[in-house]
């Protein structure tokens, strides 16, 4: 190749390269790779910001719901009551629901360009959904706008009027606290990176036995689900 074609190709290759598009930037949904673990995640635009739709689901290592701590990073799958972390992740429970982690593992769980949301960043997403700033920082059920109904997923919850019109796509994939599984089918709770003190962190808990969604310090030793944000 001569000296123009060889500029003339660089510089083609320079504009189609400016002209690629950033899907996060240009849709309001989309996929992307962990990769971590090859672990497929869809993504959600709401308001400004970048959510996954789906629990996070990686787990390097895996505990029985009788191992807890606040110090040490631990994960779970619900139901599972083993250490293989092959034998867990060939679960249903796993494939439906993901992980569940204390607030330690929460910390590290979302890959690289995405973060454990903060309680500021659920109150910026509820708020763009139509809770109101005082019901967002209120503590315990908060009903205003109606704001779960349009978080959870329209199946896996029974009878409901939800309408998922978010995108977020929850699903009542239980916990772990107190040594046990708990709350499959029933409800869901998310951590926040928010810490209230040495013992507890802020989290998010929805359920089909009453209305809105609770803003609570729980103990950072339960084991809860994760959706991230993106950087």
Known sequence: MNKNLFLAALTLAIVFSGCKKDPFVTDNNGTFTDTRDSHVYPWVKIGTQIWTAENMAYIPYVNPSTVSSVAEAKSYVYGYQGTSVTEAMATSNYDNYGGLYNYEAAKIACPSGWHLPTDAEW???????????A???NTGKRTNGSVDLKLKATTAWGANSNTNSSGFSAIPGGFCGDNLFQALLTGTCFWTATSQDADKAIDRWMDNVSPGIDRSPWPKSHGYSVRCVRN
Request: hydrophobic share 45%.
């Open 123 to 133: 109150k910026t997403m509820e708020m763009f959904l139509g809770m109101s700033q």
């Open 135 to 137: 019901e967002a920082d």
